[in-house]
């Protein structure tokens, strides 16, 4: 009976040798495992969160548009849908001829420049055939033009002042001012 006695001691004495060691025990072990985790795996870690935090966010922002739908709602949606549509489609029409209209008068513009280029190329070489230069005939008839249409002859103003003495030379350094600038001394700057 003594030795179950003594078993049973040891036992006993064990288990509350386990407890104290339990309850001795701080959470040291944790603080060590964290700090481990988050050394090593720290941004990945905070990256999680962060996509975590917005797929909630997302996920509630989606969930109360779900919960609305009835059959009223749904079929005044598609109303509203289908309108959005036809005015976007009318817009775009619009829109659309309003490019073409310009594009037409585009394209008639350079039609026009064209034939205008085409009607000086042919006046060029009808002139040029008869011996006649082209440049030399556009400036005769402007300047016959301008003849004609001013009938009294301008007369240049001659009360103008002149603005510096007919003397005055920048260059000169003479009548400038205080201020003269000279040209350094050639050659080397040490003389010895």
Known sequence: ?????????????GAAADEASLENQDMSFLLTAVS????????????????????IQQLRKNRPSQHRGSAAATSQDAASVVRRQEALEAARQRMQ?????????FK??????????????????????????YKGNANLT?????????????KPKTDK?????????????EGGG????????RGPSAGG
């Open 1 to 13: 009976m003594e030795a179950e006695d003594d078993a049973a001691g040891i036992r006993a004495a």
């Open 36 to 55: 481990t985790f988050l050394s090593d795996y720290g941004w990945y870690f905070l990256v999680l969160c962060g996509g975590v935090y917005l797929l």
């Open 97 to 105: 001829e309003e490019l073409n209209a310009k594009a037409a008068e």
């Open 108 to 133: 008639e513009k350079q039609q026009r420049m064209e034939e205008e280029k085409r009607q000086q190329k042919i006046e060029k070489w009808e002139s040029m055939k008869e011996g006649k230069s």
């Open 142 to 154: 402007q300047n016959s033009d301008e003849a004609a249409t001013s009938s009294t002859v301008l």
């Open 161 to 173: 002042k002149p603005i510096r003495t007919s003397g005055y030379n920048p260059l000169s350094g």
């Open 178 to 185: 205080t201020c003269a600038w000279r040209p350094g001394r």
